[in-house]
């Protein structure tokens, strides 16, 4: 059976990514072999990837093909990936130890990265994807603050309804976002993350009845950078991990409830 990702004995956790947003890199096709043949020391699984975008119009969300190109290097597993293209790296995982070890993944990968010279930064960002999986007879809320979901009680049936709450918070140097979304059954990955391409996670794969209510809690911590800084990974290190520790603790202290956490076996 997987394990959950996370230091948790139950963690929620279904899904984390991490990006450096560049202006744009024109001659990344030059620095590419060189950078393919040092992480293929450790994502030895390499995919030419096809770029879009998310267009929302009114009630209709489409995907619009893009130029440029980026390509997905993977661990033997498929379960850690990064992502390489003309406007930054990306590293994303459905297998997680802890944010440590994550974050020190990163740091390994932009060394890499920083071998092209003159890289200016405009945005830095941190994802955390929760599937909430209720027990038979509990609602998300019991798991998360209730102040995040957004019922105005017209369900006929307390678990038969669907709903989602946009919440952002001005941070030190950026913005927090929260989207909880309530639902039921098998719960998805947003779809601004596109297909994923890596190994479901643990919750990814749960059984689920269709009638259960469930939730996604979607975390999003993020600095822009106006004028934009050339990079520096001290400062692009330390300020991940600043990004990470404002996650955890908006988690810990604000979001879930103390049932979720003896459920989930907080450490």
Known sequence: MDKPLGAWVKAPLAY???????EA??????YQPSIAKQLRQDYPIQRKMHLSRLVATGTQI??????????????????????????????????????EAFLD??????????????????????????FILPKKGETPEDYINAKLNPDLG?????????ATNIASYPMENGMLNIRYMRGRGQ???????????????????SAVSE??????????RFIEFSPVEKLDLAKVSGLFTTMRGDVSRSFKEYVITEHAKNEWGAS
């Open 62 to 99: 489409m995907f619009e093909q893009e130029n440029g190109s980026a390509w997905e290097f993977a661990s033997p597993e498929n379960k850690v990936a990064v992502i390489l293209r003309s406007n930054g790296v990306v590293l994303h995982a459905t297998s997680y130890t802890n944010s």
């Open 187 to 205: 719960p998805s990955l947003p779809p601004d993350l596109g297909l994923l391409t890596l190994e479901p996670s643990h919750h990814m794969k």
């Open 105 to 130: 993944r990163l740091d390994r990968i932009l060394k890499v990265f920083s071998e092209i010279p003159s890289i200016y930064v405009n945005r830095l960002g941190i994802r955390y994807i929760d």
């Open 25 to 30: 890199l024109s001659d990344i096709n030059d």
């Open 154 to 162: 017209l369900s006929i049936k307390k678990e038969g309804y669907s």
């Open 211 to 220: 009638t259960q209510p469930t939730a996604i809690l979607d975390t999003d």
């Open 16 to 22: 984390v990514l991490a990006e450096v947003k560049t």
